[in-house]
Each structure stands twice: as C-alpha cells, then as structure tokens.
T-cell receptor, first 107, second 117 residues
Framework: KNEVEQSPQNLTAQEGEFITINCSYS?????LHWLQQHPGGGIVSLFM???GKKKHGRLIATINIQEKHSSLHITASHPRDSAVYIC?????????FGTGTRLTIIP | DTAVSQTPKYLVTQMGNDKSIKCEQN?????MYWYKQDSKKFLKIMFS???????INETVPNRFSPKSPDKAHLNLHINSLELGDSAVYFC????????????????FGEGSRLTVL
C-alpha cells in the first residue's frame, strides 16, 4: 500500500465546476506538495504547504497535518486545467508520491 | 532561461548499452534529484544530492550511477540497459538542503524519455 493515496484516480467534469482532489497519507509528514503534470509530460509545482490553506489564482490547497489529509480545489474549472495532479509528502528529503488524479474538464 | 534543463529529451537505445542523461539547474539550489516515472505514471525518487554529496540512494540497481561535478549539475549514467529501464526520468532541484526537514519547492526538468529495445 502506498504511503500517499489520492482520490479520485480519474475525474471528468464540465467547465465551470468546482473540483476537489483529496490526498491522504499514512505516515507523519511536516509538509506536502501538490504538483501538476501537463498532458505533454512536464511537471510544475503548484503548492508546498505545511499548515492551513494557500491560494493561487483559482487553485486552493488545504492541509490538516493531524488528520493526515490535504485537498486541492479548483474553482471555475477550465479545459486548460486538464492534467494529472499529484500530491507528494516527505519525511525528510525523500518524497513519496501519490498515484495521481487525472482531471479532464469538458468545454 | 530554462531553470532546470535535461538532455536528451528522448533516448532510444538497445539493451546492454550504456547511456547518460544530463541535468543542469541555474537556480542556485543546493539540492538536486532524479526521479523515475514508470509506464503507470508513478513517480519514485531515485537519488538526492545536496551540494555534490549523495543524500538519498533509494534501492536503485548499481547499474545506475549519479554524478554531481558541481552543485548545478547532476548527471545520471546507466550501464547495461535493460528493458525495464524504459521510463521517463525527471531531474529536479530545490532550495533547501538536507537536514532542514522540508524539501522546499521543487523545480522539475522537462523529463527524458528513455526507451530500451
């Protein structure tokens, strides 16, 4: 069993819908990353957070360290948000990656 | 300017050959990484270097040997390539070094797709 689990694995939604992707982890971590992998394969770091909430444009990430859970929300989703979203957590320098959530936004 | 650059982007080779993938970052970061993404798109860390020093070697076969000539470069050499080595290899860097407890924001290269025939 992977130490970092994501749900759902696949998500298809209509343009404009509010999107939530969840990440749960079985070991204690001090911070968590959210990454976006484009259809072309490139990976971009969206957030690194250790507590509370962070917002960047239409993207919001929240984390609850005690409950070992993080969520990534996308408001007013757009087809260009279609990508694979990956959460990843340390301990220390070693990142353990979730299996990814493939998001498809239909116009 | 590309922050983390990898070469080559694509590499097709025969089983048994030796190949290298190069990575350079111009961000002044202390820590660099190699990750492998398999056919199921699952990412896994292979190596981590901090200021040219190996920090993480994550149960990778000895055929894989990282080399860090300076803290801006981390190259990956693979000997005696096998079919199972086919994957996309990502280099990344982060500002924080080993021992901080936090990796810091990650910056990824574009990936190098290795196909072993």
């Amino acid at each position: 069993k992977n130490e970092v689990e994501q749900s759902p694995q696949n998500l298809t939604a209509q343009e404009g819908e509010f999107i939530t992707i969840n990440c749960s982890y079985s070991v204690g971590i001090s911070a968590l990353h959210w990454l976006q992998q484009h259809p072309g394969g490139g990976i971009v770091s969206l957030f690194m957070l250790s507590s509370g909430k962070k917002k960047h444009g239409r993207l919001i990430a929240t984390i609850n360290i005690q409950e070992k859970h993080s969520s990534l929300h996308i408001t007013a989703s757009h087809p260009r948000d279609s990508a694979v979203y990956i959460c990843a957590g340390p301990p220390g320098e070693k990142l353990t990656f979730g299996t990814g959530t493939r998001l498809t936004i239909i116009p | 300017d590309t922050a983390v650059s990898q070469t080559p982007k694509y590499l097709v080779t025969q089983m048994g050959n030796d190949k290298s993938i190069k990575c350079e970052q111009n961000l002044g970061h202390d820590t660099m990484y190699w990750y492998k993404q398999d056919s199921k798109k699952f990412l896994k860390i292979m190596f981590s270097y901090n200021n040219k020093e190996l920090i993480i070697n994550e149960t990778v076969p000895n055929r894989f040997s990282p080399k860090s000539p300076d803290k801006a470069h981390l190259n990956l050499h693979i000997n005696s390539l096998e079919l199972g080595d086919s994957a996309v290899y990502f280099c990344a860097s982060s500002p924080q070094g080993h021992g901080t407890g936090l990796t810091g924001e990650l910056f990824f290269g574009e990936g190098s797709r290795l196909t072993v025939l």
